[in-house]
């Protein structure tokens, strides 16, 4: 079964402080692809991150970097250097891809993480 | 500019009054979906549209309807809309999943309903 798991519900740091916010996945597909959403109070969905299940490479973007290890089914993300404009509501999400899927996207429930000045 | 388009943004309702959610999309892309997210119980799938033509439910379908007549719309239609279908709703495109040099989605800016 496919199943995403964001242990952490909320997350409280002060400006300037380096958080990583946790993912972990299960699938028993061998093709997959794994997302990041930010969810800011005016509620729309912004994409983050995309990361196919070929590819472990991580990634850094400016203060975000994530980091996708197979081994342990997880696909974590760290923000550097938090910023109070990083408050928002962040979703790890998993579509499987192999045959017969249907493009659905499994969210985890989310991680609130506020950034305090 | 590449966008998912919904409308409207808000909306109050009365049980029973039929409303359709629109949705469009600029991208050509071949999959859409319609997603409701509610507290505590996360993001889940309403319906998905694999092409033109081409619909099925998700894992909460009942009360809603869609339909795909054309590639770049896909409404979501609430025959007789009732207080529990009061929720945050989202529209999403994207190439098919088997095309993995491209796959990702979109997201509609989201629509706020309210059955009273």
């Known amino acids: 079964a496919q199943k995403v798991t964001q242990a952490q519900t909320e997350i409280s740091v002060v400006e300037k402080e380096d958080v990583t916010l946790d993912c972990v996945y299960e699938?028993?597909?061998?093709?997959?692809?794994l997302f990041w959403y930010k969810q800011p109070p005016s509620g729309e969905l912004v994409f983050l991150i995309r990361?196919?299940?070929?590819?472990?490479q991580n990634e850094i973007s400016g203060r975000y970097s994530w980091n996708f290890q197979k081994s342990t089914s997880s696909f974590n993300f760290t923000i550097t250097a938090s910023q109070v404009v990083d408050s928002a509501v962040y979703f790890c999400?998993?579509?499987?891809?192999?045959?017969?899927?249907?493009?659905?996207?499994?969210f985890g429930q989310g991680t609130t993480l506020q950034v305090k000045p | 500019e590449a966008q998912v388009t919904q409308n409207p943004r808000y909306l109050i309702t009365v049980t029973g009054k039929k409303l359709t959610v629109t949705c469009s999309q600029n991208?050509?892309?071949?999959?859409m979906s319609w997603y409701r997210q509610d507290p505590g119980l996360g993001l889940r799938q309403i319906y998905y549209?694999?092409?033109?033509?081409?619909?099925d439910k998700g894992d909460v379908p009942e009360g809603y309807k869609v339909s795909r007549k054309e590639k770049r719309n896909f409404p979501l239609i609430l025959e007789s809309p009732s207080p529990n279908q009061t929720s945050l709703y989202f529209c999403?495109?994207?190439?098919?999943?088997?095309?993995?040099?491209?796959?990702?989605?979109?997201f509609g800016s989201g629509t706020r309903l309210t059955v009273v």
């Open positions: 699938t028993r597909d061998t093709t997959y692809y």
């Open positions: 549209s694999m092409n033109v033509e081409v619909t």
């Open positions: 990361r196919n299940s070929f590819d472990e």
């Open positions: 999403a495109s994207s190439t098919t999943p088997f095309d993995r040099a491209s796959y990702g989605y979109t």
């Open positions: 991208m050509n892309h071949e999959y």
């Open positions: 999400a998993l579509s499987e891809g192999g045959s017969g899927n249907t493009g659905k996207l499994i």
